[in-house]
């Protein structure tokens, strides 16, 4: 199964020590990036916004899978699970899910810069609005 995933247009990101937390989407749905950026090549743990919910250390019968999960976390990114790491990567993601919650839905769209027209908008010969005529960028098209 394929993944798509454009970093480049990623919408926030933030550097915590060795880990960069990246907000973007993975296959239209937002998704926080973990990214080990000290050792090229290692790698990265994603937290998708439909699980996001199982991170939430505020619900009582949550904690000990938080604790659980951010052991795991710790393992793919190739950290030692120490009590101290599990807590640095579980703070992360608990820190950082308001913000994939309120990201936009969808990655903003691109246009072509040059322009095709432009379209008025007039009420009893007055223009009350308008805007230019852009066609969308495709990204690769195979086949």
């Known amino acids: ?19 960069t937390a990246v907000l973007s989407w ?18 990265w743990f994603v937290v998708l916004e439909s699980s996001a919910f199982s991170w939430d250390d505020s619900i009582p019968s949550n904690v000990s899978n938080v604790a659980r999960k951010a052991m795991k ?9 120490t009590p101290t790491n599990c807590r640095r990567i579980a703070g992360l993601i608990i820190d950082t899910l308001p913000d994939l919650i309120t990201m936009p839905s969808a990655q903003p769209k691109e246009f072509h810069k040059a322009s095709y027209g432009s379209l008025v908008l007039r009420a009893d010969g007055q223009q009350i609005g308008g805007e230019e005529i852009k066609l969308e960028k495709q990204g690769a098209v195979y086949g």
Do not use: Q, T, Y
Request: charged share 25%.
């Open 73 to 81: 976390a710790c393992e793919v990114l190739g950290i030692e699970s």
């Open 1 to 19: 199964m394929s993944a798509s995933i454009d970093l480049r247009k990623a919408h926030l990101s933030r550097v915590h020590g060795d880990i």
């Open 26 to 43: 993975l296959n239209d749905e937002r998704a926080l990036f973990l990214i080990p950026h000290l050792r090229a090549g290692a790698p």
